[in-house]
């Protein structure tokens, strides 16, 4: 969720066709825990953004993933007890290894006759 973002993200073209029209049973999310979005906050919102689209009414799972980040002074691996990674040796210059973003890691399709098919990105 980007304040400064003119469009919303558009998928990749790596989905399936047809999953824009059908209707969602659930959709599966990882969020890191420095992407900047609140799991709390999607799922909260999650039903009143799904109102009235092939998203109502479905099943939400969100996996966190806990920050993981390299020193670029020192070289040490740690995980940060904020949202500024900084490395105990006091360098503030950590790349991000994982946990420093939000993806949909599947979208569960429910058939007419009551089977599911999932897509997954490509």
Same mark, same amino acid.
């Given at each position: 969720? $980007?304040? /400064? *973002?003119?469009? #919303?993200? *558009? +998928?990749?073209?790596?989905?399936?066709?047809?999953? %824009? =029209?059908?209707?969602?049973?659930?959709? $599966? &999310?990882?969020?890191?825990? &420095?992407?900047?979005?609140?799991? =709390? %906050?999607? *799922?909260?919102?999650? +039903?009143?953004?799904?109102?009235?689209?092939? &998203?109502?009414?479905?099943?939400?799972?969100?996996?966190?993933? #806990?920050?993981?980040?390299?020193?670029?002074? /020192? !070289?040490?691996?740690?995980? +940060? =007890?904020? #949202?500024? #990674? &900084?490395?105990?040796? !006091?360098? +503030?210059?950590?790349?991000?290894?994982?946990?420093?973003?939000?993806?949909?890691?599947?979208?569960?399709?429910?058939? !007419?006759?009551?089977?599911?098919?999932?897509? $997954?990105?490509?």
């Amino acid at each position: 969720m $980007h304040c /400064c *973002r003119s469009s #919303p993200p *558009r +998928p990749s073209s790596g989905w399936s066709t047809g999953v %824009s =029209d059908a209707t969602i049973s659930c959709v $599966h &999310l990882e969020i890191g825990s &420095l992407s900047g979005v609140s799991a =709390d %906050s999607v *799922r909260f919102y999650f +039903p009143m953004a799904a109102e009235g689209t092939n &998203l109502a009414g479905a099943k939400l799972e969100i996996s966190e993933v #806990p920050a993981r980040c390299r020193c670029g002074s /020192c !070289g040490a691996e740690f995980e +940060p =007890d904020g #949202p500024i #990674p &900084l490395c105990a040796c !006091g360098s +503030p210059d950590a790349a991000v290894l994982s946990g420093g973003s939000m993806r949909i890691l599947s979208v569960e399709v429910a058939n !007419g006759d009551g089977q599911r098919a999932q897509a $997954h990105p490509g």
